[in-house]
């Protein structure tokens, strides 16, 4: 009998604090890492298993240019980290960041109108509960704004005698000024 582990990704996103009309987008709802099969759980031993990285593209529209940040946190949190069911985690990175077809740089923050305090680079680790700006040697404003979020994830392999679904969540919220 094969039994197999379906873990899934849901993207949940809403905006706030917009003065322009500005719209978030997601290149999917929902990300599935597709099945693992009881010998691949057999093969991890006691080890975590490293599902296959996936990719989101996050795209802003807004009708006139606006400095935007993009906060990330999730309903299933698991201490400080993006759960993946109970015994799994997901890690999210921001990478090839474009404002207005031009490439930028990523800065972290922490709050919506707190300084930007680095001059960026061009990935930047996701923190649950915090928010990526877009900078060029000053953070920037503009109507087309895109990111893609690598998705990298990992559940402990465990005793699985029916289907199990593992689910974690990121959401998104846009911030704009």
């Not at 400080?80 to 077809?101: E, H, I, P, S």
């Not at 923190?127 to 990526?132: K, Q, S, T, V």
Request: glycine share 8%; aromatic share 6%.
């Amino acid at each position: 009998m094969k039994h197999n582990i379906l873990p899934l990704l849901v993207v949940l996103f809403w905006a706030c604090g917009a003065r322009a009309e500005c719209q978030l987008v997601t290149s999917q709802q929902s990300v599935s890492f597709g099945a693992l099969s009881a010998m691949d759980r057999q093969m991890a031993g006691g080890k975590a298993i490293t599902l296959p990285e996936k990719q989101i593209l996050l795209n802003v529209m807004c009708d006139n240019a606006q400095r935007v940040r993009l906060f990330f946190g999730s309903s299933l949190p698991q201490g400080n980290d993006f759960a993946l069911g109970a015994q799994g985690k997901m890690t999210f990175t921001a990478m090839k960041a474009r404002v207005d077809d031009k490439d930028v740089l990523l800065a972290p923050v922490r709050s919506s109108h707190g300084a930007v305090t680095s001059p960026g680079a061009n990935t930047a680790d996701i923190a649950l509960n915090e928010g990526i700006a877009f900078v060029d040697g000053e953070e920037l404003s503009g109507k087309n704004i895109s990111v893609a979020i690598a998705v990298n994830s990992q559940v402990k392999s465990q005793s699985i005698t029916d289907k199990v679904k593992y689910r974690g969540n990121l959401q998104v919220r846009l911030e704009t000024e």
